[in-house]
């Protein structure tokens, strides 16, 4: 819980992470390089108070974690979202086992949701039901830009994915985060295509698909996806920091999203641990859309409680005290759309 | 043009005097100024992409080596060969230039590009089974954005200039309405890109074959275009950003960019004189 000027937060944390990226575990160059990706960004972003240390971003471990996040960081309950990248580390980026015994030892404060990699084929799903059975999820991450034998991505789209979601149905795993990185096959297509969530939206109503990093770099392919498929929600990983470097950037993805998919389906993360949850919500909470942007309105308080925590909470059934919980707003100005309208704009 | 370059080119003094050899770079990195980031859709030399270039052997037979940089091992690999590639093809038609390697450092698929290009084995001959056609309609589709977003710009300009213009009625404004200066231009270099009429009487919100919209359609057309554009300046600015936070001193080649910059883009620059842009 956060408390300023009389209002109180409830804070989720939709996006953390347990890695493990230190050199004994990089199983090649592309360890290295990943982990390095991720640093860059961290230092590119971060207010140099908040800077950390190449080998504590290499690994945290579960007390630093749950220092980080619920002693100093106001979050009241996270939620894994492991990548695996088996072809980048021995044992894996994301570390499931630990993650999973940490949520299993918290589960007040903690959610564990797992992965999955479709082009597993039979063998794959017969571990998910396996791994369902023992752990009990409702969610998974997938990222599509997982590097597998002499495949580097996949879509949502997919045959094999399409099996993957039925199971999802039948095993009551309803959440389905996605994150697209740049490696996708084919390479002639724009790498962070987003239009396959696009279609598993449409096919699965009955599942939720939040697209992580609201899409960026392509902002306006989700915004008109989420925009016309009422169950794609978009968290705010990695977009988060800009507010500090970067915040008229910032504004303007908040005041997009705000128009095209209103205040209701915006998560927030820290993206743990690439940046800590403490320095985020404070700023939030103080955060304005700058005056001369006209072409936003102003961010509430209200849109802000629904973004820290009361919309992932709302998805993930976590309990919020009666006193902070808040009714849903109206539809957007741009409205659920029909698919035949979808070509309206072509402007992008 | 920078130091780097400088110090590359004095070190290798052979055949030809230093002078000649300055005068050979910066023909090369003239050259390199036609190589555009198809998503940024601004030259690699502005972007600090040109790592290094070394010129040596026979006055009208030179030997050119570029090396290009970028902001993560993991940028897309699809334009990090057609900006290689499109390097390799300019550098070439120099008609002092006898050989032309060109080398991508730091990326994830580093062996893989350099080696197509050494091979002058094309798309698909570089990543074969990942490649299905040709990059011909990627090219395409982000020169409709970079029009979608140069379009955009103009409009809001006139929007947040003239109060009495509602997004409802952006759908009239002409080329003609439009003041001179850097952002009409960008439009009307995108406009000459696509093949758009660049009259004074053409109507500036179209699609990108050139129609305009509709009454009713406008106001979303706008708003479609606008996230456009945010998306294209956030990202121009945080490839910049991170291509300097990967290499030190990268900052230094860096071309300034009005579209979308912060107060922070100005701490690398010197003199520390500069306010604050309103894109």
Known sequence: ?348 | MTATLNERTVRDVGVQGAGARDAAVQDVRRALDAVLDPELDEPITGLGFVRSIDVSGAADRAAVTVHLRLPTSFCSPNFAYLMASDSKDVVSALPWVGKVVVELDDHHDSALINAGLAADAGYRGTFGHEAEDSLDELRLMFRRKAHTAAMERCLTEQLRADPALSEANVGTVQLGDLPAGRTKNALVRRREALGLPTAPAAVVLVDHEGRPYPAEQVPMALRRARSTRISIDGNAHFCRGLLRTRYEGSGADQADRPEGAEAADHRHLLPFTVKEIHP
């Open chain 1, 1 to 348: 819980m956060y408390s300023k000027d009389g209002e109180n937060y409830f804070i989720v944390d939709a996006h953390i992470a347990l890695w493990d990226a230190r050199p004994e575990n990089q199983r090649n160059v592309h360890g290295k390089q990943f982990i390095d990706c991720f640093y860059d960004y961290h230092r590119n972003l971060s207010p140099e108070e908040e800077l950390w240390t190449y080998e504590e971003y290499l690994y945290q471990g579960g007390g630093r974690l749950m220092k980080d996040l619920f002693e100093d960081g106001y979050v009241d309950h996270a939620i894994f979202q492991p990548a695996y990248l088996g072809e980048f580390y021995k044992n894996g980026f994301g570390q499931t086992k630990e993650a999973y015994g940490l949520a299993a030892a918290n589960p007040d404060k903690l959610t564990y949701n797992h992965c999955f990699d479709p082009r597993d084929g039979e063998r794959g799903l017969d571990r998910l039901r396996a791994d369902h059975e023992k752990m009990k999820f409702t969610g998974v991450k997938l990222y599509t830009a997982e590097w597998h034998g002499e495949s580097r991505g996949y879509k949502l789209s997919d045959p094999w994915a399409f099996r993957y979601f039925e199971e999802c149905r039948r095993l009551g795993i309803k959440n389905i985060h996605v994150h697209k990185g740049p490696t996708i096959r084919p390479l002639d297509r724009d790498s962070f295509d987003v239009s396959d969530v696009d279609h598993v939206a449409s096919d699965f109503t009955d599942l939720n698909f939040i697209v992580e990093h609201v899409g960026l770099p392509r902002l306006e392919d989700f915004c008109w996806i989420a925009t016309q498929e009422p169950n794609v929600y978009g968290g705010l990983a990695v977009a988060m920091p800009f507010m500090h470097t970067r915040p008229r950037y910032f504004a303007q993805i908040l005041g997009e999203l705000i128009y095209w998919i209103g205040e209701d389906r915006i998560f927030f993360s820290s993206d743990y641990a690439l940046w800590t949850p403490r320095w985020l919500v404070e700023r939030f909470v103080d955060f304005h859309i700058p005056e001369d942007m006209t072409e936003y309105a102003p961010i509430t308080i209200e849109q802000k409680k629904k973004i820290l925590g009361l919309n992932a909470a709302k998805m993930y059934n976590i309990a919020v005290p009666a006193e902070l919980q808040l009714p849903d707003a109206g539809e957007t100005a741009t409205g659920p759309r029909q698919p035949e309208r979808a070509d309206l704009a072509g402007a992008a």
